[in-house]
């Protein structure tokens, strides 16, 4: 496991200060510059993406238990939360769809 020390930003982000990734061949300051966003960016893409993934998961938990209400619940929580992830243009909008259609037809073929 890695462990990133880090400081906040203004904006409530945290900034990676020392990474192995950091590590940039970088010359120019604008490639520098450009360097340090990208690794705050994939620091958050991280995040957000793990978050999407951890709500699929809750309702596919809930399908294979065969609570329907509860996987009905799950789904509509889940749908606002792909459709910002693709917005943001971190999965592709049809894989947003495709993911969309087979929990809800998941949810729709249960007893």
């Known amino acids: 496991m890695r462990f990133i020390l880090t400081i906040p930003l203004?904006?409530?982000n945290l900034r990676p200060l020392f990474s192995r990734r950091f590590r940039t061949v970088a010359n120019t300051a604008s490639a520098k510059k450009r360097a340090r966003q990208a690794?705050?960016?994939r620091t958050r893409n991280v995040g957000v993406r793990s978050m999407m993934r951890t709500y699929i998961k809750r309702v596919y938990s809930a399908v294979?238990?065969?609570d329907k209400a509860a996987a009905e619940a799950a789904y509509k929580v889940a749908c606002p939360i792909i459709?910002?992830?693709s917005g943001k243009g971190l999965?592709?909008?049809n894989?947003?769809?495709?993911t969309k259609s087979r929990m809800?037809?998941?949810i729709r073929s249960m007893a």
């Open 10 to 12: 203004k904006t409530g």
């Open 39 to 41: 690794e705050i960016h």
């Open 64 to 66: 294979e238990s065969g």
């Open 83 to 85: 459709d910002r992830v």
């Open 91 to 93: 999965i592709h909008t």
């Open 95 to 98: 894989r947003a769809a495709r």
């Open 104 to 106: 809800n037809n998941n």
